[in-house]
């Protein structure tokens, strides 16, 4: 495993459990701590033997944020320039499924990285919020965008407007997670979730998050076009075979990933 210094990689089983850690800055998220996430995200993308991702944080903070200090005496020049955040774009490229367990604060960044993810787990703690209008900016990793999807224009608004925070209950009535977890538990149920996810088919696994993401990039006449051909695809696979056949004989299926 590299020598990470802002996050942990451990696999456990099929699942790769990354957990940021910077706990002096609340899981600040700086250049370095990107750097690491995109390695340690590409790393499991590549290795078959691993199934599911869990990102999580600390019990007070998945991430308080992109790191203001890092972020405070940059001009637009250098901004626009670098295209500062463009390298997340590589953290949703991440074919494989990612489970965000979130502890604590998801504020700013923190929130838009745990909306990255495929779903979201959250512990009874989580508190969501894009509080960027404070620093007289905006959301600058998705967030007005994906908050907007996740729990519509009234409440995206008026987070983005006054920065308000929403506690894991009215994160998980608006439907931005799945569901709630008992803190104690988040980071063990996140991985139970993520195991049952790497013990499907590789392949199906795959484009179901593939269509799943096509919800919210086209049309409906076009999203159940592409879900259709992907699944026709899916019956060129020898797994789909094997998982037919296991359910008519009543035995689990043994996958081959093909
Ligand atoms: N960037 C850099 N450092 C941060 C940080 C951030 N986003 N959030 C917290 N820290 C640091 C604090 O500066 C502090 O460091 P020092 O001990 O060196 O002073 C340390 O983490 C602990 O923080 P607090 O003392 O503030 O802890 P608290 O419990 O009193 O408050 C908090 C917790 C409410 C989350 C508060 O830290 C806070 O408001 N943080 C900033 C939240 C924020 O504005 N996030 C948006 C950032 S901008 C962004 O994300 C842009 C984008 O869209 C991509």
Redesign the pocket.
């Known amino acids: 495993m590299p020598d990470y210094q802002t996050i942990l990689v451990e696999q456990r089983g099929p699942v790769t459990l990354i957990t940021l850690n910077r706990p002096?800055?609340?899981n600040?998220?700086n250049s370095q701590v990107l750097a690491e996430l995109i390695a340690a995200l590409e790393a499991f993308d590549a290795e078959d033997t691993q199934g599911c991702a869990v990102l999580t944080g600390s019990e007070?903070?998945f991430a308080?944020?992109?790191?203001?200090?890092?972020?405070q005496a940059m001009g637009f020049a250098e901004m626009y320039g670098t295209n500062h955040?463009g390298g997340y774009d590589r953290i949703t490229a991440t074919r494989k499924p990612i489970v965000a367990a979130v502890a604590g604060?998801a504020?700013?960044?923190?929130c838009?990285l745990a909306m990255m993810c495929d779903f979201i787990l959250a512990a009874d703690n989580a508190k969501f919020g894009?509080?960027?209008i404070?620093?007289a900016?905006?959301?600058?990793?998705g967030?007005s965008q994906r908050l907007a999807r996740a729990v519509g224009k009234a409440k995206a608004m008026e987070m983005c407007l006054t920065g308000r925070m929403m506690d894991a209950e009215e994160a998980e009535r608006s439907g931005l997670v799945s569901r709630i977890v008992p803190l104690a538990d988040l980071v063990e149920e996140a991985v139970r979730t993520a195991t049952t996810i790497a013990g499907m088919a590789p392949l199906a696994v795959k484009a179901n998050k593939e269509m799943v993401d096509a919800a919210y990039e086209t049309t409906l006449a076009q999203g159940i076009r592409f879900e259709r051909r992907l699944f026709h695809g899916l019956f060129g696979t020898e797994d789909q075979k094997e998982g037919m056949a296991a359910f008519v004989e009543k035995r689990p299926g043994k996958w081959t990933g093909k």
């Open positions: 002096q800055a609340l600040a998220l007070k903070a308080a944020g992109a790191d203001i200090k890092e972020m955040f604060y504020l700013g960044g923190g838009e894009q509080p960027e404070k620093l900016v905006s959301p600058g990793m967030g």
